[in-house]
C-alpha cells in the first residue's frame, strides 16, 4: 500500500499530551478509509505535525485527519524508501 507523510501547521506549543491525543483521534477514524498512521512527530516551536500512514490514496489520508479534527495542510507521496 502507499506511504504518505502529511504535513499540518499551526500546531504552536503542542504537547506531548496534546500530540497523542490527536494521534489517538486519527487511529479511532482510520479504518473508515482504509488507512493506517504509523508515525506521528510534532515540532512545537513551529507549530508543524508530521504523520506517515499508509493509504489507499492522498483523498483517504485527508479524509481521516477532517474526521479526526485536525485538516493537514499538505500530504507528499513517499514512493522510494530505504
Same mark, same amino acid.
Given at each position: 500500500m502507499p506511504k504518505f507523510m502529511d504535513? $499540518?501547521? =499551526?500546531?504552536t506549543g503542542i504537547t506531548a499530551e496534546q500530540l497523542d491525543e490527536a494521534h489517538r483521534a486519527d487511529l479511532a477514524a482510520e479504518h473508515a478509509e482504509g488507512v493506517h498512521f504509523e508515525h506521528v512527530w510534532a515540532d512545537? =516551536?513551529? =507549530? $508543524?505535525?508530521?504523520c506517515l500512514s499508509e493509504a489507499p490514496s492522498e483523498d483517504a489520508v485527508r479524509r481521516v485527519h477532517e474526521l479526526a479534527g485536525h485538516p493537514v495542510d499538505e500530504i507528499h507521496p513517499v514512493p522510494l524508501r530505504v
Amino acid at each position: 500500500m502507499p506511504k504518505f507523510m502529511d504535513v $499540518t501547521r =499551526g500546531m504552536t506549543g503542542i504537547t506531548a499530551e496534546q500530540l497523542d491525543e490527536a494521534h489517538r483521534a486519527d487511529l479511532a477514524a482510520e479504518h473508515a478509509e482504509g488507512v493506517h498512521f504509523e508515525h506521528v512527530w510534532a515540532d512545537p =516551536g513551529s =507549530g $508543524t505535525v508530521f504523520c506517515l500512514s499508509e493509504a489507499p490514496s492522498e483523498d483517504a489520508v485527508r479524509r481521516v485527519h477532517e474526521l479526526a479534527g485536525h485538516p493537514v495542510d499538505e500530504i507528499h507521496p513517499v514512493p522510494l524508501r530505504v
